[in-house]
């Protein structure tokens, strides 16, 4: 029977932490280098020598000390789930700043194992390490290794389960803190031991160095035990006051001075440093690509030739997924019957769904991008540069990372992006990042951003996706000054960002990053922009036209026919109904297939007369005289016309006739101004659930609207054709979808880390703004006679 060890990952966030979980347990999780990326617990299975290995991923966290949530989160789950063993992944090229964490866990008394990683680094840094003497000197089992490479993880394994099989107690390790430290200590405990109140979960020494620490957590924990909590803050009170009068320094930092003196008494013995002076590779790299000159301007460039790599290489496949639905939308029209339920499926799910899914291609290599970036250190870099603007729009360094995270590149999503600024301590910066992350271009807009693009900037798409870019950070640092000089004023606070060595991002890594987010942007898809689509082409079909109107729309194509078949030249050459649909099924064989034998024997002139037509449609009639089947075909063109102008004007009067088209009518009150018609406005409603659904009401839309029998394409060329369009019309509906609401899930993530005041302050502001700026830019652009 295999026994089962529960083991739990902590080390610093940049120690390859999360790339050590995914080499163990082959789980597929984001890995990034910058700090904050893994928010919660994850849990991970590996089987290895008859044990089965529960490993479990801690947030990254510095310390122990109850300052962030990522370090309450970590210290709850050791504490609480009681791990039978904690690996320490410890970052080899900064020995001595990742040691600290392992010293607190020591202090705590975990049962701890030390994992040296990136020791390849280290070596190229000309950093060597005794991996014997630092073992004996912490007294723990260490292994080293290099996570992204799967170098060493085979040992790791193998050390944790020959530690496990010896079932190691806890057992806290103290240090001396000095003199005064020690004694307090000493008193503090003697009196938590005393006390049959206090959770003996926690061990009695640690509970009395958090309580000298000052930690939040552990000294509400006294309130359960008044009178002797009393005591314990008395004799806090009185080692502070004593430390400061002596040392004129705080008993936090006075202990936090003799871990590092405790680590460094160990570093110098095992950690031997062959090259003292030399700059190593990342600091070299930084001498440029975060020179305050050029690094911005290099900045920039990455950031262009992204984009031009990104529209350049994915035109290809997105013709092929064009291509793809439209032969889906030609079988399900030839299998199905004319009704309800043909309706649904082409116009509902193909053009709905479809319309998103069309561009997987360039969101997929939008993510690879990214996911190069965030792998190989450079992402960190971006952070760093752009906090030298952030700090004077009075957002805080650490607001780079909310922004970064929900798509200051392109491709992010606004919910972890609101997730993150939790590490911004400052309440007024805090919610600040909050009001204006919905202003980034998050991976939800790209589709609406790609379809506009597709059908009115085809030529400078990725001069578009650019400007797009330095768009968004401009309103949102904009609207973040103007926040924070009136609503939220405040002091700014500092900040200090750690920047991870540059790395090769490995291929598999890579692949596995942009499979995770293209995968759940697949899934949106077929879930939420699903349903959302079926409901919205509910809300666009029904009442729909009432029995007297559908009527005399009927009667307008008995009287075309009619016209058509008593027209001089027409007559006696197409005789009666019969043969009038035999001629339009011909002809749009013919214009289908280009096979005119398919059109059926026996029936030549009607055959010559699809024929001309079809010629006559692709090069226009000169001045020659013309033969008797062209005349026809000039009068049946004419005749297909005037049908699809009846069967057009039937569909508009049918979907201004449902309940979602009396909605989008009403809107126009508000919006004509923007000159967004009722689609639009259906669209711009629906991109509240998510803003990818613009794109699939769109296109739900526009094929409700098209004729039967007639080719739509795609939903870029269907507006790119529509005289109501143009690339005014585009830019404003872009820049109104970049600005207006944030979708249903960051509003929820907001009220969550706010309040539902905040969450509503949100919406109704970012509405505001989106409208001043699209009315605006539709205007000025009229002004300036771009809208003809």
Not at 107 to 120: C, K, Q, R, S
Not at 451 to 478: E, N, P, V
Request: with cysteine.
């Amino acid at each position: 029977m295999k026994r089962k060890i529960t083991i739990a990952l902590a080390g610093n966030p940049n120690a390859g932490k999360t790339t050590a979980f995914n080499a163990i347990t082959g789980a597929r999780q984001h890995i990034a280098n910058y700090p904050g990326v893994t928010v919660e617990k994850k849990y991970g299975m590996v089987h290895h020598r008859d044990f089965d290995i529960e490993v479990v991923d801690l947030p990254g966290t510095y310390s122990l000390t109850a300052y962030s949530l990522e370090e309450i989160v970590a210290r709850n789950f050791i504490v609480d789930e009681r791990p039978g063993l904690v690996v320490d992944i410890v970052d080899a090229s900064n020995l001595d700043r990742n040691l600290y964490l392992a010293v607190q866990l020591k202090e705590l008394g975990v049962p701890l194992l030390l994992a040296l990683n990136m020791m390849d680094v280290a070596e190229s840094r000309g950093i060597a390490i005794d991996v014997k003497a630092l073992s004996e000197q912490f007294g723990l089992p260490v292994v080293p290794m290099v996570a992204r490479s799967n170098r060493g993880i085979k040992e790791l394994l193998d050390k944790v389960v020959e530690v496990a099989q010896e079932d190691p107690e806890w057992r806290m390790a103290p240090i001396s803190y000095g003199m005064d430290i020690d004694r307090a200590l000493d008193e503090i405990s003697g009196i938590i031991e005393k006390s049959s109140v206090f959770d003996p979960k926690y061990p009695t020494r640690w509970r009395a160095l958090k309580c000298l620490e000052g930690d939040s957590q552990i000294t509400g924990l006294l309130k359960r035990d008044p009178a002797l909590g009393k005591e314990i803050e008395a004799r806090c009170e009185t080692l502070y006051r004593h430390m400061m009068n002596t040392v004129e320094e705080e008993p936090e930092g006075v202990i936090a001075d003799h871990r590092y003196g405790y680590i460094t008494a160990i570093t110098k013995q095992v950690v031997k440093r062959k090259i003292e002076s030399r700059l190593n590779v990342s600091d070299k790299m930084d001498k440029v690509l975060t020179n305050r000159a050029l690094g911005p301007a290099l900045m920039i460039a990455i950031l262009y030739g992204l984009y031009a790599f990104t529209f350049w290489a994915s035109e290809v496949p997105i013709s092929w997924f064009e291509t793809f639905f439209d032969v889906l939308k030609e079988g399900v029209t030839s299998i199905l019957p004319e009704g309800l339920l043909r309706s649904l499926i082409v116009s509902g799910v193909i053009d709905g769904v479809g319309g998103v899914l069309g561009f997987v291609p360039l969101i997929m290599l939008m993510f690879f991008c990214i996911a190069l970036m965030e792998d190989s250190g450079y992402m960190a870099r971006v952070a760093y540069m752009l906090d030298r603007v952030l700090r004077w729009f009075g957002l805080h360094g650490n607001s780079v990372m909310s922004l970064v995270i929900s798509g200051g590149i392109s491709g992010g999503c606004a919910v972890p992006g609101v997730m993150a600024t939790r590490v911004l301590k400052d309440p007024k910066e805090r919610i600040t990042t909050l009001l204006v992350i919905p202003f980034m271009n998050c991976g939800a807009k790209l589709p609406v951003y790609a379809m506009l693009i597709a059908a009115f900037f085809a030529k400078d798409r990725a001069r578009m996706m650019f400007l797009l870019t330095l768009l968004s950070w401009g309103f949102a640092l904009f609207a973040a000054k103007l926040i924070r000089s009136t609503l939220l004023r405040g002091p700014k606070t500092p900040f200090v960002m750690e920047l991870p060595p540059y790395r090769a991002p490995t291929l598999k890594g890579l692949l596995i990053h942009t499979w995770e987010r293209t995968w759940e942007y697949i899934k949106k898809a077929g879930t939420i922009i699903l349903a959302f689509s079926v409901v919205l082409w509910t809300m666009m079909t029904f009442p729909g036209l009432s029995p007297e109107k559908r009527a005399a729309f009927e009667q307008d194509r008995r009287e075309a026919r009619q016209a058509f078949l008593a027209s001089p030249r027409v007559d006696g050459v197409i005789q009666g109904a019969a043969q009038l649909t035999a001629l339009n099924r011909m002809y749009l064989t013919l214009r289908q297939e280009k096979d005119i034998q398919t059109a059926g024997a026996g029936e030549g002139h009607l055959a010559r007369v699809a024929e001309a037509a079809l010629h006559l449609e692709e090069t226009e009639p000169g001045g020659e005289v013309l033969k008797p089947h062209e005349a026809v075909a000039i009068r049946y063109l004419e005749f297909r016309n005037r049908m699809n102008q009846i069967e057009g004007q039937e569909q508009q009067a049918a979907l201004k006739g449902t309940i979602a088209g009396r909605m989008g009518q009403w809107l126009e009150i508000i919006t004509s101004p923007l000159g967004f018609e009722y689609r639009t406005n259906i669209a711009l409603v629906g991109g509240f659930a998510a803003k990818e659904v613009v794109v699939s009401t769109l296109g739900t839309a526009y094929s409700l609207g098209a004729s039967d029998g007639e080719e739509t394409g795609s939903i870029s060329q269907r507006l790119q054709q529509d005289p109501d369009w143009n690339p005014l019309q585009a830019f404003t509906l872009i820049i109104f979808t970049m600005l207006y609401v944030p979708c249903i899930a960051t509003v929820i993530c907001i009220r969550r880390e706010s309040s539902w005041r905040w969450a509503l302050f949100s919406i109704g502001f970012n509405l505001m703004v989106a409208y001043g700026v699209s009315l605006v830019i539709r205007q000025g652009g009229m002004l300036l006679g771009l809208g003809d």
